[in-house]
Nanobody, 122 residues
């Protein structure tokens, strides 16, 4: 199995920055992609950004383009999300999602972390 653990959430003032990290561990054979989603109170979980593990290709939701940056550390199986110019609409629980294969799962499965809370308030 694969475990994803997020870290880095917290309280930040509007206009501030925060960096989230997600570490993947377990019986990983390979990672295909890793992504960040977020869910604000009363709203559905929404896509934020993803990164292709093989070449680092990235894709962002329109709402975060130019403010957020996703990156990876292949050696540590870690993905990070640098969030700048945060506003109250960015407040949410941020979840890490990874698609990985294991020795017994050739085609891959999506795994989710438990989330980390980001609060944007003055």
């Amino acid at each position: 199995q694969v475990q994803l653990v997020e870290s880095g959430g917290g309280l930040v003032q509007p206009g501030g920055s925060l960096r989230l990290s997600c570490a993947a561990s377990g019986s990983i054979r390979s990672i295909a992609t890793m992504a960040w989603f977020r869910q604000a109170p009363g709203k559905e979980r929404a896509f934020v950004a993803n990164i292709r593990w093989s070449d680092g290709y990235t894709y962002y939701a329109d709402s975060v383009k130019g403010r957020f940056s996703i990156s990876r550390d292949n050696a540590k199986n870690t993905v990070s999300l640098q969030m700048n110019a945060l506003n109250p609409e960015d407040a949410a629980v941020y979840y890490c999602k990874g698609r990985a294969t294991t020795a017994s799962d050739y085609y891959g499965t999506d795994y989710w972390g438990k989330g980390t809370l980001v609060t944007v308030s003055s």
